[in-house]
């Protein structure tokens, strides 16, 4: 049956590829960013950029949260895991994310407590379970994950609990895009806009992106056919002139967004008034902070955090692929001295990040292109 | 973490109201509604799964595909159903 399922998808997909190639006008390049790494995921595991003309290229976004944690907070993390009686709780995916003083990993070898944690609310069972100490949460995500992370704390403070806070690197995608619609490095076409954290904040957050910077954005599900539609759509906007938001995944994606959701974030977070992103520098109203009325539950405000500033190692291009001026295997470490065991940069550690996206699924297909070419010019 | 994993809910805890026991892949675990307050799920509903809290329903159609599309991406989703399992947020201690 799934044979069967991937085969008609393959029809549909190369159906779509012809509509897409017949929108473009002979002549014009086009490139649109995909924000999200869950989308990159779904380029490079199903080889989409084969399915689309030369003339459009998707270029890779820095929705990765993981990936544009500047080293600088990773090592206040784990100076906070190192103070006494603390124990410091994290998500899997940060704990081999380097810092100025190695990872999470590298701490936790050297004698620190710092626990995975799948959810928010299982960093606070180990509150509730170890009185005598300390926990923190390493609170990291986007729109999606911010509204788990007020939750958590909204339950705490219901509970009393009073030996629990989180060290909050709460980053917001859509400020990220105006930096980059800002940034004079890149000539975009338009955006598939993300699945996840539209299902949280709707679609009216990115209707700057059309009315002010005259670009279309389409948001997109996660499955390749979603992909080749949002393509479609955002080319057939241009076509008729049209700069608008569009929701290709209704079927998830509330216009409206989840307002309980924004709700909770708004009652425990505020926006801090800058916050530095790996490879995109200091963006203003990028991030959030905890409220003062929750400072008891703010490890900022409990401990002292030495906030030095870290410069990413010399040879890491990790900021020209968040900002998708480089490809990952245009960067000179890529696949050499950068890989998902031994990372040098963020991209390459995340699930999500483009560097490992494409390290694990898109390097195969394109040797295959190029193995093709290197026969054909040989002929 | 950035995934969402579809699940079925099978019962909301009558003792924790802001709890359902969903059934992921054939494993039931605890998993936070409190995000749902303003259409909240039934049993047979099926929600997307997001660090432990569900973030919206959706319908079966949908979470076959958003399975799929886990499925295809192999070591990430292996990760983090590993971690789903090793979550225990309704035991109280």
Redesign the interface.
């Known amino acids: 049956m799934r044979f069967v399922d991937e085969y008609r998808d393959a029809e549909k997909a190369r159906a779509l590829a012809a509509k897409i190639a017949a929108l473009c006008e002979p002549g014009r390049h086009y490139k649109f960013m995909e924000v999200c ?2 989308h990159t ?2 380029i490079y ?2 080889g989409l950029e084969d399915y689309l003309p030369e003339s459009v290229s998707l270029v890779h976004g820095p929705g ?3 990936c544009v944690i500047p080293m600088g907070r990773v090592d206040d993390a784990i100076a906070l895991a190192e103070q006494p009686d603390v124990i410091m709780t994290s ?3 940060m704990m081999r994310v380097p810092g100025g003083r190695g990872s999470f990993f590298d701490s936790s070898a050297a004698g620190t407590d710092i626990r ?7 960093a606070l ?1 180990v509150a ?2 170890n009185p005598d100490k300390h926990v923190i949460f390493m609170a ?2 986007m729109e ?2 911010a ?2 992370t007020a ?1 958590t704390v909204l339950r705490a403070a219901a509970e009393g609990i009073e030996n629990f806070s989180i060290f909050c690197n709460h980053v917001m995608i859509v400020p990220a895009i105006k930096a980059i619609l800002d940034s004079p490095d890149l000539r975009l076409d338009g955006f598939i806009g993300p ?2 954290v539209s ?2 904040i709707g679609c009216r957050p990115y209707e700057f992106i059309a009315s002010e910077y005259g670009k279309p954005i389409v948001t997109a ?3 390749p056919l979603d992909i080749l539609q949002s393509v479609y759509m955002l080319l057939q906007q241009l076509a008729e002139g049209r700069c608008e938001v569009e929701n290709q995944y209704s ?2 994606v ?1 216009w409206q967004g ?4 924004l709700r ?1 974030v708004g009652e425990v977070m505020e926006l801090r008034p800058f916050f530095e992103w790996r490879g995109l520098g200091f963006i203003s109203h990028s991030a959030l902070q905890v409220r003062e009325r929750y400072a008891a539950f703010d490890a900022e405000r409990r401990f002292a955090i030495p906030g030095v500033r870290v410069a990413d190692p010399k040879a890491c291009q990790c900021g020209e692929v968040l900002k998708g001026v480089l490809k990952p295997w245009e960067c000179k470490v890529f696949g050499t001295a950068c890989t998902p065991e031994m990372p040098i940069g963020t991209c390459m550690v ?3 990040g483009a560097c490992a996206a494409y390290y ?1 699924f898109g390097r195969f297909s394109r040797q295959r292109v190029r193995e093709v070419t290197i026969e054909a010019s040989r002929a | 973490m950035c995934l969402g994993i579809p699940g079925e809910v099978i019962e909301i805890l009558p003792d924790q109201p802001d709890l359902a026991r969903v059934d992921v892949s054939g494993v039931k675990r605890a998993i936070n509604i409190g995000l749902l307050t303003d259409d909240p799920p039934v049993p047979g509903d099926w929600i997307l799964i997001h660090v432990g809290f569900a973030l919206s329903k959706i319908d079966e159609q949908e979470a076959k595909a958003a399975m799929d599309f886990l499925i295809s991406i192999g070591q990430a989703y292996e990760d983090e159903i590993a971690a789903l399992l090793e979550s225990r947020i309704d035991e109280r201690q």
């Not at chain 1, 995975?116 to 299982?122: A, E």
């Open positions: 790494g869950g995921h779904t595991k199903h990765c949260p993981v998500f899997g995916d995975m944690v799948y959810s928010p609310l299982d069972k509730r379970q990291i995500g999606t994950t509204p788990s939750m699945g996840h299902t949280v599900g996660f499955e079927r998830v509330p989840n307002t309980v959701a909770a995340s699930s999500e694990n």
